[in-house]
């Protein structure tokens, strides 16, 4: 009886666990079917990328021990995020373990950030967030990935976490002021910075805001070097490129642009070109093989070390060239051309150079030039040549050249001694000294391919032995060589400036007839090791004075020339 009981015990047992089997079965057929969200534990590895910091320079972060990451499930219309920590802190990449509301079985598409804290929101399959229209200077990174996976697979999944705004650092350039604040704005209207608005599908961008306002939290002092701004941007491209508008302490604004189209990439940099102040006093000279630029106002009576604010070494030309270091030496002009763009250098080694200051490439050489003192751009992609003193065929003459042809000579006019030449747009004359003649000349067949130079007029000049010709304004030239005058186009005549009236070797003169400011330089008592050399950069306020008002010393350089890039 009690063994029969017993079996019947059993077999209700097992009849018992063959139904709950069959329940979990039918259950687990129907989640297989069911890809409903449901809380799921994902492993989620996560890599944080360098981003470009507030010093110029990049940041490589790590996982700490307090960070979290935030993480959407994008498939949903508005996910809520979650957190978690890193399992492997102190590590560029770690492992995490998210807790999250994702369908089982099939894929979907997650998108991670960090910081955690950041102001990022997920709604109908894009990413929102903003770029500040008004900043410090600082930068505030915000990096995010997206994947797509079947997210409680064993393997997991995986991201890189890049920064969703590109830094664009304003450069601005060394000299005797400091900044106070940076307005970015597009050119062609596109938003840059507001509410930003990041596609996941193809990580697409836009925003709402055209203009950005950085203001420093302390002025940016600039007398020592170059310095940057770094501004927080959206990911976008600009069909017009930018104006950046910068403002000193003075409350003086001046800018640096870019007109062409400018792609502004995610988790990139772009660099502005140098912003320089209008209002400094900003000097070229050249001697021996060096170009300097300085800021006049930090520039003392015994240096001009501390002012340098760009410089260039002619022997890096001489590949280009084609000739010896050695050779590419004795430069005799350093004249800014195309709105201070670029450099016409000129050297009585028979050589001449158009240089880009930004990049400092060389545009265009010729070393067809013998005794090279000076050259002009001319429209239409053309050079003009001083070539001086000499027995061979190309010297004391003028030579033309295309910018895209070098060492052929185009056009060659005599003029004897050579050694100043100044287009005038206004005019449409182009004038050349030499001895104690001034031409004048027309531009000849100047859309063909054998363009020449017309001589108009020749004029002969009060004194001989002219070094130096420059622009004053569309009716004024100033020359200098034996004394130095104005020259009245209008009227033909020459107006004596007594200040000059006892120097027999003015190497270059630069005059303002607005403020009256003159910068020279005087070799009538020669400094250096050339007969023809000065040491001194000299200024005056008065072309009548009896004496100059301040010098600028170059104890380290055979110098000829100087020429004022911004008064």
């Not at 600039?222 to 069909?239: D, H, R, Y």
């Not at 265009?364 to 000076?374: D, G, R, V």
């Not at 003159?518 to 050339?530: N, V």
Request: aromatic fraction near 8%; include cysteine.
């Amino acid at each position: 009886m009690y063994k029969a009981m017993n079996n019947i015990k059993f077999h209700l047992f097992r009849v018992l666990l063959l139904c709950v089997g069959t329940g979990f079965l039918a259950m687990g057929c129907s989640n297989d079917d069911d890809d409903s969200p449901r809380e799921l534990a994902s492993k989620t590895t996560l890599t944080l990328s360098k981003y470009y910091n507030d010093k110029g320079a990049t940041t490589l972060p790590t996982w700490g021990r307090n960070d979290k990451a935030g993480l959407f499930t994008a498939d949903q219309s508005a996910p809520e995020a979650v957190y978690a920590a890193p399992i492997q802190p102190g590590s560029q990449k770690s492992l995490f373990l998210f807790t999250l509301s994702a369908p089982q079985h099939a894929a979907s598409t997650v998108v991670a950030f960090w910081p955690s804290d950041a102001d990022l929101r997920c709604e109908n399959g894009t990413l929102k967030t903003v770029v500040p229209t008004a900043q410090t200077g600082a930068v505030a990174p915000l990096l995010a990935g997206k994947a797509t996976a079947r997210l409680n697979a064993y393997e997991g999944c995986s991201m890189e976490l890049t920064n969703l705004f590109c830094t664009m650092y304003v450069s601005v350039k060394k000299g005797n002021y400091s900044v106070s604040k940076a307005v970015v704005k597009a050119n062609g209207g596109e938003g840059i910075a507001g509410d930003l608005t990041v596609g996941i599908d193809d990580w697409s961008a836009s925003a709402s805001a055209q203009t950005i306002t950085v203001t420093l939290p302390a002025p940016l002092d600039c007398s020592k070097e170059t310095q940057l701004i770094p501004v927080m941007v959206a990911p976008v491209t600009l069909s017009q490129g930018y104006t950046v508008t910068l403002t000193d302490t003075d409350g003086n604004s001046f800018s640096v642009e870019k007109t062409e189209s400018v792609t502004l990439e995610a988790g990139g940099k772009h660099e502005t070109d140098d912003a320089r102040s209008n209002f400094v006093t900003e000097l070229i000279f050249c001697g021996d093989n060096m170009v300097y630029m300085i800021d006049a106002g930090l520039a003392d009576e015994t240096t001009y070390k501390d002012a340098v604010t760009w410089s260039w070494d002619a022997t890096e030309a001489a590949a280009v060239l084609g000739l010896d270091k050695s050779r590419c030496n004795h430069l005799d002009d350093c004249k800014p051309v195309d709105n201070g763009k670029k450099l016409l250098c000129t050297s009585s080694y028979n050589w001449c150079v158009l240089l880009d200051i930004a990049t400092k490439e060389v545009l265009f050489h010729t070393t067809a030039t013998p005794n090279a003192h000076s050259a002009e751009l001319l429209p239409g992609n053309r050079i003009v040549v001083a070539c001086s003193e000499g027995s061979g065929a190309g010297n004391n003459s003028v030579q033309l050249y295309d910018i895209s042809q070098p060492n052929r000579i185009l056009y060659q006019s005599a003029l004897g001694s050579a050694h100043g030449v100044v287009w005038n747009e206004t005019t449409q004359r182009l004038y050349a000294i030499g001895g104690q003649s001034l031409q004048i000349y027309k531009l000849k067949d100047w859309e063909t391919a054998t363009p020449s130079l017309e001589l108009e007029k020749t004029v002969q000049t009060p004194q001989g032995g002219l070094h130096d010709m420059s622009y004053v304004n569309s009716n004024t030239l100033c020359i200098g060589g034996r004394r130095a005058y104005l020259y009245d186009i209008g009227a033909n005549q020459f107006t004596e400036m007594t200040l000059f009236s006892a120097s027999t070797a003015i190497k270059s003169i630069n005059y303002n007839d607005e403020t009256g400011e003159l910068w020279y330089t005087d070799s009538t008592k020669p400094e250096g090791s050339q007969s023809w050399s000065t040491q001194t950069i000299r200024y005056s306020t008065d072309k009548n004075a009896s004496t100059e008002t301040r010098t600028i010393k170059v104890p380290d350089l055979d110098m000829y020339k100087v020429r004022v890039m911004n008064w």
